[in-house]
């Protein structure tokens, strides 16, 4: 008895979107690897954190497709580009891979939209929250970089913001979870 209930567009869609987290994945490895080399062990450890979260999507999606009675199909995953030229260029990277992460989202719900697939465009709206804060987050490092001199940040700001990095939350405050005594 076939169970899938996906149409093999949007398995095709959910399987990629599996590809491009465990892709994400390995752009933070990578990154936090070359941040390590530098001497930048809190950003490291940061960016290690979460190449970690990646591979929690990456699962999450996996299991979705298997509860909808469909087989996931594991593809290769590409290599991440060159090492950043420098801290600024990290974050800058970061935060258009996150874009690019977010566009694959919303394509994933305007086909759910389109299919009626309402149970995928509910399990799509986790990664919706999700990319806001994702977001977010790279945006506010691109601030304390800049802050910090960006491409051009002195050897001392370096320090001081690595140190910032290594204790950092892992996740940023979102619009919707604010209120006038919780800003």
Not at 38 to 66: P, S, V
Not at 100 to 125: G, H
Not at 152 to 157: C, H, I, T, Y
Request: hydrophobic share 40%.
């Amino acid at each position: 008895m076939d169970t899938n209930r996906l149409s093999e567009k949007m398995l095709a869609a959910l399987n990629s979107q599996v590809t491009k987290e465990a892709h994400a994945a390995q752009i933070y490895i990578s990154y936090a690897s070359w941040a390590n080399d530098q001497g930048y062990d809190g950003i490291a450890n940061f960016l290690f954190r979460h190449a970690q979260e990646e591979r929690n999507h990456m699962m999450k999606i996996l299991e979705y497709i298997l509860q909808r009675g469909a087989k996931p199909k594991i593809e290769a995953i590409p290599a991440p580009d060159a090492d950043p030229a420098n801290v600024n260029d990290c974050f800058e990277k970061v935060y258009k891979q996150e874009i690019d992460n977010t566009r694959a989202i919303y394509n994933i719900v305007n086909l759910s939209m389109e299919e009626k697939d309402w149970a995928t465009w509910n399990f799509m709206q986790w990664f919706v929250k999700e990319q806001v804060e994702e977001e977010t987050l790279a945006m506010n490092l691109l601030d304390k970089i800049k802050v910090a001199g960006g491409k051009d940040a002195k050897s001392d700001a370096l320090y001081m913001l690595d140190k910032d990095l290594e204790g950092a939350p892992d996740d940023a405050k979102l619009a919707q979870d604010v209120t006038a005594t919780n800003p």
